[in-house]
């Protein structure tokens, strides 16, 4: 599992196209800039809209620190792009279908619901500066004033 102080594992991911050229993102291809990374479980799900909603009204503050927002799943690009145009959201989704990504960075673990077990990725944020290393993260996140909060550790990164 990645943790704070380490390099950020590199990456490169198919990407949403709200703001973009590129069809794939290289996380390297950041260096400079501070990276969000959140991750979360399926697109058009209750906890998983309001969060992508809160990183969306808060994306130019995110500019003005610095700091790019990319949120993760294991959904298809085509999900993405339908899930941004349903919720207006500007914010940049990656697609890690393989869920290798997930598996580096520690987010794929046993869940349960109703007694169930299953796999599935577990809501955590990460938060990258300038030089690529890890420097706060967030696990099992609790999505309402979750993006304020990582929004204030990125302007306190400077």
Known sequence: MATIGDLAPDFTLPRTQNGGDEALLTLSALKGKKVVLYFYPKDNTPGCTTEALEFTRL???????????????????????????????????????????????GVWAEKSMYGKTYM?????????????????????????????EVLQKAEELG
């Open 59 to 105: 994306s130019d503050a995110f500019a003005a620190a610095d700091t790019v927002v990319l949120g993760i799943s294991k959904d298809s690009l085509k999900k993405h792009e339908n899930f941004c145009a349903k919720h207006d959201l500007n914010v940049i989704l990656l697609s890690d279908a393989e869920g290798d990504l997930c598996e580096t960075y």
């Open 120 to 148: 599935g990725i577990t809501r955590s944020t990460f938060l990258i500066d300038r030089e690529g290393r890890i420097a706060a993260q967030w696990p099992k996140v609790k999505v309402t004033g979750h993006a304020a």
